[in-house]
């Protein structure tokens, strides 16, 4: 005889073999899927066979806590693609499992319920539903998630504002397809129609994001259905909050303008009528109690037009920004790979460069180890010598061409330096001189000036005689001169040269002129030719002042001062001609030096670059004609005599 088992047992039993089938590893999607749907369709209906209402709780309280619940959402979450297109099991398999989210007791796990499991239940199901906005033979499947999830709004109002906030929410308010709009807004009227307190339970913010959704419907659509879906459920959300909800419709400016002008004559006229009149009298409310201002208007109107077109540009452009940043966020690490990539090339390189340098240096040690071991024992060392002197050789020829560089670099810093300063003192003589010769010049220039005067001005009166036409003789026509009349042209003629007076100089006029400025030139000329005469004399005297100075420096002590040394002092042709040997033998040693010891020598008169003793050597090449270095008192007489 079977001992029947009780409905607590049966159910226990089912949840236990369902957990284990779906524990197996080797479950695809697709079975899974089917495996709870056929499994929680199951364990529903037997539990609800039952009169006693408490074994259905008690069936959803051990479907969550035996993890069930958990597949379904990992289920949902996935991509059709994995689920080979079988979307209307996923519908019902998100229909099931918001029916078991329902009056589910968890015990002391609540706070977890409530906070992480029903939200992710929610985000589940809004993905499925956005992942069937785009098809639209789903229509159906669309309606039974939303219907799905407007039942889980109606038992945990505190999913609204989750709902709302939702990417995948704000995915499906995208489409522009009607049907989805209509369902949308369906879903709220039937959650709001349902549980009585839903709208109550709400925050201020998710009562203004539901009004914002509504009001927006009705801004972007053009259908009439969607429109009185909207007016519907602003009614019906005015109808249960009362006076709560009007200073919420107050912050959408225009609102009652957009309704009286595009919403009239679609077939909800009555509705239209009474959301426009909650709206005026909320307006005559609050313009009496506020007494507000028409700027405090103006700036509200453009504070919801602002948010209105903010709302429908960020609703707009959620796809496009999301494609933005991917793109950004792809090439930003593609450009971060290959720096990388170059990074690691990079060093690559230096690596083998190294690792060949090496290899290189030690094939040359081992090359010459070998030819070191060919020669002879006593050879060896006299090799290694040479090699050093050959070494040491290189690098003296590279440290002298640097250092001749660097004194041919400085020389020609030199040179430009003291080039700059003889042209500046050269510009200034030029200018000196200029001045000069332009004052001893300004009297014959201004003598040039007048004569050029005169010319001109005795050439342009001939020229305006010249085009003047003649004049018929006064006596044609006439029969006589009177008297009278006589009189009359000698005064005329009077009267005419008074008033113009000639500006024609005399001849003897011309010659006084031209002689005062002869004289002027004459003594301009005069005073010049003193002024270089004296400037002459003052450097003649200069230089003698430098010969004498020499001299005495160079002179002898008073002890061992001989005669003929004191009479070179009486005579000055001996310094001078000591002096002009002196130059021209350093002219000479200087014309014998090679190029690269020329280099930087401006002045080759200052420079002794052979020194005093190869003039002794010069001296006997040329046959005696040139002396340099001390004046010898017998070759000085001699020379004295010839110049003589």
Same mark, same amino acid.
């Given at each position: 005889?079977?001992?029947?088992?009780?409905?607590?047992?049966?159910?226990?039993?089912?949840?236990?073999?369902?957990?284990?089938?779906?524990?197996?590893?080797?479950?695809?999607?697709?079975?899974?899927?089917?495996?709870?749907?056929?499994?929680?369709?199951?364990?529903?209906?037997?539990?609800?066979?039952?009169?006693?209402?408490?074994?259905?709780?008690?069936?959803?309280?051990?479907?969550?806590?035996?993890?069930?619940?958990?597949?379904?959402?990992?289920?949902?979450?996935?991509?059709?693609?994995?689920?080979?297109?079988?979307?209307?099991?996923?519908?019902?398999?998100?229909?099931?499992?918001?029916?078991?989210?329902?009056?589910?007791?968890?015990?002391?796990?609540?706070?977890?319920?409530?906070?992480?499991?029903?939200?992710?239940?929610?985000?589940?199901?809004?993905?499925?539903?956005?992942?069937?906005?785009?098809?639209?033979?789903?229509?159906?499947?669309?309606?039974?998630?939303?219907?799905?999830?407007?039942?889980?709004?109606?038992?945990?109002?505190?999913?609204?504002?989750?709902?709302?906030?939702?990417?995948?929410?704000?995915?499906?308010?995208?489409?522009?397809?009607?049907?989805?709009?209509?369902?949308?807004?369906?879903?709220?009227? *039937?959650?709001?129609?349902?549980?009585?307190?839903?709208?109550?339970?709400?925050?201020?913010?998710?009562?203004?994001?539901?009004?914002?959704?509504?009001?927006?419907?009705?801004?972007?659509?053009?259908?009439?259905?969607?429109?009185?879906?909207?007016?519907?459920?602003?009614?019906?959300?005015?109808?249960?909050?009362?006076?709560?909800?009007?200073?919420?419709?107050?912050?959408?400016?225009?609102?009652?303008?957009?309704? &009286?002008?595009?919403?009239?004559?679609?077939?909800?006229?009555?509705?239209?009528?009474?959301?426009?009149?909650?709206?005026?009298?909320?307006?005559?409310?609050?313009?009496?109690?506020?007494?507000?201002?028409?700027?405090?208007?103006?700036?509200?109107?453009?504070?919801?037009?602002?948010?209105?077109?903010?709302?429908?540009?960020?609703?707009?452009?959620?796809?496009?920004?999301?494609?933005?940043?991917?793109?950004?966020?792809?090439?930003?690490?593609?450009?971060?790979?290959?720096?990388?990539?170059?990074?690691?090339?990079?060093?690559?390189?230096?690596?083998?460069?190294?690792?060949?340098?090496?290899?290189?240096?030690?094939?040359?040690?081992?090359?010459?180890? *070998?030819?070191?071991?060919?020669?002879?024992?006593?050879?060896?060392?006299?090799?290694?010598?040479?090699?050093?002197?050959?070494?040491?050789?290189?690098?003296?020829?590279?440290?002298?061409?640097?250092?001749?560089?660097?004194?041919?670099?400085?020389?020609?810093?030199?040179?430009?330096?003291?080039?700059?300063?003889?042209?500046?003192?050269?510009?200034?003589?030029?200018?000196?001189?200029?001045?000069?010769?332009?004052?001893?010049?300004?009297?014959?220039?201004?003598?040039?000036?007048?004569?050029?005067?005169?010319?001109?001005?005795?050439?342009?009166?001939?020229?305006?005689?010249?085009?003047?036409?003649?004049?018929?003789?006064?006596?044609?026509?006439?029969?006589?001169?009177?008297?009278?009349?006589?009189?009359?042209?000698?005064?005329?003629?009077?009267?005419?040269?008074?008033? &113009?007076?000639?500006?024609?100089?005399?001849?003897?006029?011309?010659?006084?002129?031209?002689?005062?400025?002869?004289?002027?030139?004459?003594?301009?000329?005069?005073?010049?030719?003193?002024?270089?005469?004296?400037?002459?004399?003052?450097?003649?005297?200069?230089?003698?002042?430098?010969?004498?100075?020499?001299?005495?420096?160079?002179?002898?002590?008073?002890?061992?001062?001989?005669?003929?040394?004191?009479?070179?002092?009486?005579?000055?042709?001996?310094?001078?001609?000591?002096?002009?040997?002196?130059?021209?033998?350093?002219?000479?040693?200087?014309?014998?030096?090679?190029?690269?010891?020329?280099?930087?020598?401006?002045?080759?008169?200052?420079?002794?670059?052979?020194?005093?003793?190869?003039?002794?050597?010069?001296?006997?090449?040329?046959?005696?004609?040139?002396?340099?270095?001390?004046?010898?008192?017998?070759?000085?007489?001699?020379?004295?005599?010839?110049?003589?």
């Amino acid at each position: 005889m079977e001992v029947k088992k009780k409905p607590e047992e049966e159910e226990n039993e089912l949840v236990s073999e369902l957990k284990r089938q779906l524990e197996n590893e080797h479950l695809t999607p697709v079975e899974k899927l089917r495996l709870l749907n056929d499994g929680l369709n199951n364990a529903l209906n037997s539990a609800a066979v039952h009169v006693n209402s408490g074994e259905l709780a008690r069936l959803k309280s051990q479907l969550y806590l035996s993890g069930v619940l958990i597949h379904c959402i990992h289920v949902l979450s996935l991509h059709p693609s994995s689920l080979w297109g079988d979307l209307s099991a996923a519908a019902t398999l998100a229909h099931l499992t918001s029916s078991c989210c329902v009056g589910v007791e968890p015990g002391p796990h609540s706070e977890t319920f409530h906070r992480l499991f029903l939200p992710s239940v929610v985000d589940a199901l809004l993905s499925l539903a956005a992942q069937l906005v785009n098809r639209a033979e789903n229509v159906s499947l669309f309606r039974k998630v939303m219907d799905s999830v407007g039942w889980l709004l109606a038992a945990h109002t505190h999913l609204t504002e989750k709902v709302l906030s939702s990417i995948h929410y704000e995915q499906i308010q995208v489409c522009d397809d009607v049907n989805v709009s209509l369902l949308c807004v369906q879903m709220w009227i *039937q959650t709001c129609t349902a549980n009585s307190d839903f709208l109550s339970g709400l925050s201020d913010d998710s009562i203004l994001l539901l009004l914002n959704e509504a009001i927006g419907q009705l801004a972007l659509s053009s259908d009439s259905t969607v429109g009185g879906a909207s007016v519907r459920l602003i009614l019906l959300m005015a109808s249960q909050l009362g006076r709560c909800l009007r200073p919420l419709l107050l912050s959408f400016r225009g609102l009652d303008s957009l309704l &009286h002008k595009d919403w009239r004559g679609r077939g909800f006229d009555r509705g239209i009528d009474q959301l426009i009149a909650l709206i005026q009298s909320e307006k005559n409310v609050v313009s009496q109690s506020q007494g507000s201002s028409e700027h405090v208007r103006a700036a509200c109107v453009i504070q919801a037009a602002w948010r209105s077109y903010k709302t429908r540009r960020r609703v707009k452009s959620l796809n496009r920004a999301v494609s933005v940043l991917q793109r950004k966020y792809r090439a930003r690490r593609k450009e971060q790979q290959q720096q990388k990539e170059a990074q690691l090339w990079e060093e690559e390189l230096k690596y083998q460069v190294c690792v060949r340098r090496q290899q290189a240096r030690r094939r040359f040690h081992q090359k010459q180890r *070998q030819l070191l071991q060919l020669l002879p024992a006593d050879q060896v060392q006299t090799y290694l010598q040479e090699c050093e002197n050959r070494a040491a050789v290189v690098i003296q020829s590279f440290w002298r061409g640097f250092r001749e560089r660097r004194h041919y670099s400085s020389t020609q810093r030199h040179m430009l330096r003291r080039e700059r300063a003889v042209r500046t003192l050269q510009r200034g003589v030029h200018t000196h001189t200029s001045v000069k010769l332009y004052i001893s010049a300004a009297g014959y220039c201004l003598l040039r000036l007048l004569f050029c005067f005169f010319q001109v001005r005795r050439f342009l009166q001939k020229r305006r005689a010249a085009k003047v036409p003649p004049l018929p003789p006064f006596w044609i026509g006439q029969k006589g001169l009177t008297d009278s009349r006589r009189a009359e042209l000698n005064r005329q003629v009077d009267e005419y040269i008074a008033t &113009h007076q000639s500006f024609r100089v005399s001849p003897e006029e011309c010659s006084c002129l031209h002689e005062e400025v002869q004289l002027l030139l004459l003594s301009v000329l005069q005073t010049g030719a003193q002024q270089r005469m004296e400037e002459q004399r003052v450097e003649a005297l200069l230089a003698h002042v430098h010969t004498q100075l020499e001299l005495l420096r160079d002179a002898p002590p008073l002890s061992v001062v001989t005669e003929t040394d004191a009479d070179t002092f009486l005579s000055p042709s001996g310094p001078v001609a000591a002096r002009a040997r002196d130059a021209h033998n350093a002219i000479l040693q200087a014309s014998r030096l090679p190029w690269w010891r020329t280099l930087g020598d401006t002045d080759a008169g200052h420079v002794n670059p052979l020194g005093s003793t190869h003039v002794p050597e010069l001296e006997e090449e040329l046959g005696g004609l040139y002396i340099g270095g001390t004046v010898a008192d017998k070759k000085q007489t001699q020379v004295d005599e010839v110049k003589l």
